[in-house]
T-cell receptor, first 116, second 113 residues
Framework: DVKVTQSSRYLVKRTGEKVFLECVQDMDHENMFWYRQDPGLGLRLIYF???????EKGDIPEGYSVSREKKERFSLILESASTNQTSMYLC???????????????FGPGTRLTVL | GDSVTQMEGPVTLSEEAFLTINCTYT??????LFWYVQYPGEGLQLLLKATKADDKGSNKGFEATYRKETTSFHLEKGSVQVSDSAVYFC????????????FGTGTSLTVIP
């Protein structure tokens, strides 16, 4: 079974702190994603990565950065946490596909971040 | 741009009732369509998918048919159980948008005994 793990299930941080959210997948997937999930807004893409050291902005990258130094690990960084970044953060990785855009995504359990 | 619209919830049904959750999409090209389910306290997991028009995806008693003419992918189950209580997300992925997924806002389902 594909396994996507996230470093914490629950995290509480203070405004202005630098926050690291880690995600690891064990299926050698090239594509990895970070989303945030908020009530009524569904999932919104923050950043994604096609391969090691590659990253692309999603729909809401402001206030976030990412790092992909190894294929299995994709980190989300909140440079200076703010209260409006309180949310559920979901990491996903994607199977290869015969043609672009067809493989399914596998999700981690999520990290519920609270910024005080 | 590509997008997914799904019916708003919450939806509350009695056990053994029939379930329909509507999903329509907008996409250029030929997308793949997915339904994901999120149980309380967990991440999303794939429920079913369809990769071309008229395909029917099915799993755990749930079904959805890819209808190109109506740009729809409605989720159905003939007899829901309490254990089906979860949030359901419709999603699409299209070749012209590379590896991105587009998700609906989610529909919360509660099944009461």
């Amino acid at each position: 079974d594909v396994k996507v793990t996230q470093s914490s299930r629950y995290l509480v941080k203070r405004t202005g702190e630098k926050v690291f959210l880690e995600c690891v997948q064990d299926m050698d997937h090239e594509n990895m994603f970070w989303y945030r999930q908020d009530p009524g807004l569904g999932l919104r893409l923050i950043y994604f990565s096609y391969d090691v050291k590659m990253k692309e902005k999603g729909d809401i990258p402001e206030g976030y950065s990412v790092s992909r130094e190894k294929k299995e690990r994709f980190s989300l960084i909140l440079e200076s946490a703010s209260t409006n970044q309180t949310s559920m953060y979901l990491c996903a990785s994607r199977t290869p596909s015969g043609g672009a855009g067809l493989g399914e995504q596998f999700f981690g359990p999520g990290t519920r971040l609270t910024v005080l | 741009g590509d997008s997914v619209t799904q019916m708003e919830g919450p939806v509350t049904l009695s056990e053994e009732a029939f379930l329909t959750i509507n999903c329509t999409y907008t996409a250029t090209g030929y997308p793949s369509l997915f339904w994901y389910v999120q149980y309380p306290g967990e991440g999303l997991q794939l429920l079913l998918k369809a990769t071309k028009a008229d395909d029917k995806g099915s799993n755990k008693g749930f079904e959805a048919t890819y209808r190109k003419e109506t740009t729809s992918f409605h989720l159905e189950k003939g007899s829901v159980q309490v254990s089906d209580s979860a949030v359901y997300f419709c999603a699409l992925s299209a070749p012209n948008t590379g590896n991105q997924f587009y998700f609906g806002t989610g529909t919360s389902l509660t099944v009461i005994p």
